[in-house]
């Protein structure tokens, strides 16, 4: 049986959730606690830890299970022997795989920057920075919660449920432990949980009243935002999360966003909310039009970008640079009510943006 949806509780009064992908990451190393302590000093409302276990059966942050690219494993000659080869998810991967370590050996490795050649500016924490578990992000939180005098919320991952659960490392019971001992557990409490995977949030729904939300991969269950698709989710679900393609959909000949889908309408139909990754500054991850320049690392227009968004009525943003975000979204609602002379007629700078053919007569 379904235990009621909490969503509306956690959604600001008339503003989108700005959500912290990984932290602050456009500006530290991802999952660390540096990069969640910067988030939540920029303002963000949730951080985003993606969950994977530990042999020992503890909660970690990372991207992947496979820690070669976020870690310093490769280079720990204690570890050499760790190295192998496995199918997650019906991709084979080689590397280093945190199912194979401790909690006290996790902890002996650093974090390193995932995207060294994009942000070169982020290695220089390379080295500095613990994997953190689940837990010490709760106390964070919590910390920064009471510091600065808001609720800072989490938004928790499941990562490969299925793959870990066969390994008898189940995530859903630890995760929801966790959630516990720091009393976020409650239907008000500022929590999202989410996974790619439908069959564990099934598994959650009758064991939690915290929001649950469905992600969905440009390439991936595309099937799940259709109309009937989407209803389907509202069974079991709270929200959609949805890559930011299949919103505002780019013209593959040019590069360029096109009108937006009708994934938001349809999820809103659908008593869902719909929450849009990711935004990020660099020029590599824009759209053309909202790039500046030919360097993949330059920052680029991501303000407009995130206001397309919000014109398009999306309820949360996960970002690597929240400081954008929010200030797009300041933008975007001071637009909204200061009206503009088009066509003899005074409108929202808002509505003359998005439709300003309609507007000229």
Known sequence: MRRGCAVGMLQPLDQPLVIAHRGASGYRPEHTLASYRLAIALGAHYVEPDL????DGVLVARHENEISRTTDVASRHEYADRMTTKVIDGRELSGWFTEDFTLAEIKSLRAIERLPDLRPHNTRYDGRYEVPTFAEILTLVEEESVRLGRSVGVYPETKHPSYFAELGLSLEAPL????????????????????????????LRPRTPLPLVQLVSATGRVDLVTRTGLRRVASYADAVGVAKDLVLPRH??????????????????????VHVWTLRDENQFLPTGYRRGEDPTQTGDSIEETQAFLDAGVDGLFTDHPDTTLEARRLHAAAATSPVLVGGRRVSRRRARVHPAGLAG
Do not use: K
């Open 52 to 55: 994977v276990s530990t042999r």
């Open 176 to 203: 929801l432990a966790d959630l516990g001992r720091h009393g976020l557990d409650g239907p008000s409490s500022p929590v999202f949980i989410q996974s790619f995977e439908s069959g564990n949030l099934q598994w």
């Open 252 to 273: 593959a000949d040019t590069g360029t966003i096109g009108d937006p889908s009708a994934v938001v309408t349809d999820a809103h139909d659908a008593g869902l909310r």
